[in-house]
């Protein structure tokens, strides 16, 4: 069982480049989200989805696009990549059982843009 | 709207020490409450949760109560070790989305 994949793990990027993040769980989960994290920022939200073909927008959804074909698969799309998108990203799949709910997370994309 | 709010650090201790973290929230709904760990160049790991009030979430060594009188849910440890040294993110969630709402995160270092 792997959980939640992310690929790549790292990345550097010229701004105006564009690039896909890759995001994959194997359990079944409903939810799945993007999150950015930033020193002194915590873990902000990008976008998410509720299931496969719904998607909504986040705290933070500018400059980013995303798709939910599949259950699996939660791709993020960097349109034209800007300095400011250099962060941490992380992906999280996550469960509501009633009372029972928990997020997994990727490993995380450590993303450079010059 | 809902939002998490943890003490500021960083956070520096001696091993043995004893720890404690606040987080305190507010939250539209009756939430699910979490601390989740980085360790130095890592994802997020869940540490521990609690679901409803009064619960007490506990894990490798840590513990944190559900306070609804208080919405808080502090993080303690009776004795730190330099193996707990990472950031800890405290969280929630409401409703059915499973969307999480942290914290900005504290920065925990145990010194030997």
């Known amino acids: 069982n792997a959980g939640v994949t992310q690929t790549p793990k790292f990345q550097v990027l010229k701004t105006g480049q564009s690039m896909t993040l890759q995001c994959a769980q194997d359990?079944?989960?409903?939810?799945m989200s993007w999150y950015r994290q930033d020193p002194g920022m915590g873990l902000r939200l990008i976008h998410y989805?509720?299931?496969?073909?719904?998607?909504d927008q986040g705290e933070v959804p500018n400059g980013y696009n995303v798709s939910r074909s599949t259950t699996e698969d939660f791709p993020l799309r960097l349109l034209s990549a800007a300095p400011s998108q250099t962060s941490v990203y992380f992906c999280?799949?996550?469960?509501?059982?009633?009372?029972?709910?928990?997020?997994?997370f990727g490993q995380g994309t450590r993303l450079t843009v010059v | 709207g809902n939002s998490v709010t943890q003490m500021e650090g960083p956070v520096t201790l001696s091993e043995e020490a004893f720890l404690t973290i606040n987080c305190t929230y507010t939250?539209?709904?009756?939430?699910?409450l979490f601390w989740y760990v980085q360790y130095p160049g890592e994802g997020l790991q869940l540490l521990l949760k609690?679901?409803?009030?009064?619960d007490k979430g506990s894990n490798k060594g840590f513990e944190a109560t559900y306070r609804k009188e208080t919405t808080s849910f502090h993080l303690e440890k009776g004795s730190v070790q330099v193996s707990d040294s990472a950031v800890y993110f405290c969280?929630?969630?409401?409703?059915?989305?499973?969307?999480?709402?942290f914290g900005k995160g504290i920065t925990l270092s145990v010194r030997p």
């Open positions: 969280a929630l969630i409401t409703g059915a989305n499973s969307k999480l709402t």
């Open positions: 359990m079944n989960h409903e939810y």
């Open positions: 939250a539209t709904g009756y939430p699910s």
């Open positions: 609690a679901t409803k009030a009064d």
């Open positions: 989805s509720v299931g496969a073909g719904i998607t």
């Open positions: 999280a799949s996550s469960y509501s059982r009633g009372w029972n709910t928990e997020a997994f």
